[in-house]
Every structure is written in C-alpha cells, then in structure tokens.
C-alpha cells in the first residue's frame, strides 16, 4: 500500500469482529511503533497488550461504557516512561518528549494495522487512575490511551479534514 493511500485511508474503527489478530501481524505491527522517531532515539515509550476478556470489560468500565473497547478482540495500553526523556531532558523530555515519542510510535502501528487490515481506535477518554489501578501500572508510567485493535466490521465514511489554508503560515504567522 501506497504512504499517503494508507495515511489518507486509515480510519478510526470502532466496530469489531470477534476474530483474533494474529500473533505475527502483532508483532509487525508493535516494531512499527519501534521505528518510529524519537527525541534522542531513547524511544520513551512502553505497551501494554491486552486481550484477556474480563480486563477488556473493566477498560471499557474505565473510558466511560465504550463498549467497541471490550468487543475488539485486544487493546492495547501505550504508556509513556517518564523517568527515560525525562532522565536526560528534564521537564521538556518528561512533559513534551515522551508524549511526542508515544504519539509518533502509536502512529506508526495504527497505520500498519490499517494497512494489514486491521482497524483501531485511538481512546483518550478514560479515566487514568482506573487503569492504572486496573493494570498495576507504577507510578513513572502514564498510560496515554486505549487502543481496541482487530478486524474492521465497519467502513466509515471519512470525516471532514481543515483546508490547508486554514492551517498553513507563510514564512511567519
Ligand atoms: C488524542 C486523540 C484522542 C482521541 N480520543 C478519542 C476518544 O476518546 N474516543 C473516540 O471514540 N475517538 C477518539 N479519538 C479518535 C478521533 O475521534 C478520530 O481520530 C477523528 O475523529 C478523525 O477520524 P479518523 O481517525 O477516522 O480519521 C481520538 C484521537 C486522538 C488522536
């Protein structure tokens, strides 16, 4: 698949069937998130992989009754490390880095899994400390989002996108 066909193509997905994602097509995706830039390539940036169903109900419970997120056959948890960018950046590499790492590996997976095949939903509407207590995440780790991940069982229309030139700045703002 072409870069900007996928990029252009990619779609929240929010409807799921029930089939499980392959193990390998798991891994391609993950070493996508791997590759992906990073401030002084220290990759900040940890996943956790969930598929077991009771977790996937409570992480619904979590981000207020989604419930597309216990139905997706795995979610996964991106967390960002704040001891790594922030060990060697300070507040900017803990407060900015991190999240910018996370967010370019987070990406990277959700367009491989479109371009595989699969479909996935970025969810930042959960309450954190739910699932922090939920998963036993320690205390330098922020889980950044919710991502239900598996095969598509819905083709959504694509929604609007800004004009450019409501966004673009010539030389200066
Ligand atoms: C930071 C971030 C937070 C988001 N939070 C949610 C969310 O809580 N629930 C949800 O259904 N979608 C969420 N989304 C998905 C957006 O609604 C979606 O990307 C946007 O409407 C554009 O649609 P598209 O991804 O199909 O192009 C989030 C996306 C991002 C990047």
Known sequence: MEVFEAISQRRSIRRFKTEDVDESLIEKIIKSGVWAPSAGNLQSWELILVKNAQTREKLSEAA????????????????????VSGGVYGKRGAELYSLQDVSCAVENMLLMAHAMGLGACWVGAFNEQQVIELLEIPDHIRPV?????????????PPPRRDLEDLLHFERY
């Open 64 to 83: 207020y009754l989604r419930e597309f997120i216990a139905k997706a056959p795995m979610v996964m948890i991106p967390c960002v490390n704040l001891r």
């Open 145 to 157: 989002a919710l991502i239900p991940m598996g095969y598509p069982d819905e083709k959504p229309y």
